[in-house]
């Protein structure tokens, strides 16, 4: 079992940058693949980007190729989502989600589920 609980979600201008932050608790957080997700008002939930339990591998949505960038710190059961150059159609609700494959975070639905955090880009 792993809870995961977001943060570093508020209101930025256009071109501006945030840090989300997921923390997990569980010893076995290191285990897991870890992923973040988002949905914008109105829209499906849609994939953004994941990361092996190791920290050696990253995957991205190609619309967020550049200007996202995942992380993870075992040590501290934390993984990070940096945001740069943030637009207006980043403005969704961002969720951490955590399985032990990384390919169900990457293609399909993880097994664990954070509540989420809101991103308002204003322009």
């Known amino acids: 079992q792993v809870q995961l609980v977001e943060s570093g979600g508020g209101l930025v201008q256009a071109g501006g940058s945030l840090r989300l932050s997921c923390a997990a608790s569980?010893?076995?957080?290191?285990?897991?693949?870890m992923g973040w997700f988002r949905q914008p008002p109105g829209k499906e939930r849609e994939f953004a980007a994941a990361i092996t339990w190791s920290g050696g591998t990253t995957y991205y949505a190609d619309s967020l190729k550049g200007r996202f960038t995942i992380s993870r710190d075992n040590a501290k059961n934390t993984v990070y989502l940096q945001m740069n150059s943030l637009k207006p159609e980043d403005t969704a609700v961002y969720y951490c989600?955590?399985?032990?494959?990384?390919?169900?975070?990457?293609?399909?639905?993880?097994?664990?589920w954070g509540q989420g955090t809101q991103v308002t880009v204003s322009s």
């Open positions: 989600a955590a399985d032990p494959t990384f390919r169900t975070v990457v293609t399909s639905t993880p097994a664990y």
């Open positions: 569980g010893r076995t957080f290191s285990s897991y693949a």
